[in-house]
């Protein structure tokens, strides 16, 4: 099973979801290409949206190598093993920090994102991405959502597999997961188009979605 995009993805996901979903449910997209996710389950369930932004922590000397992940509200989860391995200090560790959430906060006024995560108290909480590979930093985005007081959380996501989803599961209530092969390589081997969503397409879609 491939997806000719992430648009029909996310109405294969929204009929899915259109069984228990209540009315006043919040779908929190992780950017930028689960926006374009997100915006075809809000479009056909009439929801709210706003965004949630995990980013990679990377190791001071080699950013490719990720030690941590941290979302927009600080929640954190760090790797101690290999940051004891590669000798980081506590000041180079939260030098880094301190970079990726203002990353995060520098994207969030960009796509015009936050109005609406702060009164998820709850509500239904349904994280969306476009598929998820090792899942470390939407496990963080998880936690994040969890520390709202979701009524219940929910991940929706077109394909992970199987040993990241399992993971994942012990983070919410409720799994919505279209595809779980045996096959993984990457999430784009599973989309006919995985072009990269642009900064533009993001605002563009909150624009027309956050007010709801």
Known sequence: MIFRNR?????????????FIE?????????RGGV??????????????DLIIPRKIGAPHNPEVAIGAVTQDGTTLFE??????????????EDRVAYELEEIRRRM?????????????????????????????????????????????VL????????????????VDRTVCLMVPEDFYAVGQFYENFEQTKDEEVMEIMRRFSDL
Do not use: F
């Open 7 to 19: 648009a029909e993805a996310g109405r294969q996901l929204a009929e899915k979801l259109a069984g």
């Open 156 to 171: 929706a996501i077109p394909v992970a597999p199987r040993d990241t989803l399992e993971l994942l599961e012990k983070e």
């Open 23 to 31: 009315r006043d449910a919040l779908v929190l997209a992780v950017p």
């Open 36 to 49: 374009v996710i997100a915006a075809e389950i809000v479009r056909m369930l009439n929801l709210n949206i």
């Open 80 to 93: 101690p093993r290999l940051i004891e391995l590669l000798g980081i200090s506590r000041g180079e560790l």
């Open 109 to 153: 006024t960009l796509y015009g994102a936050g109005r609406n995560i702060g009164k998820s108290g709850g509500r239904q909480l349904i994280v969306v991405d476009d598929g998820v590979a090792t899942g470390y930093t939407m496990q963080a985005a998880l936690r994040s959502a969890r520390s709202y007081g979701p009524k219940e959380l």
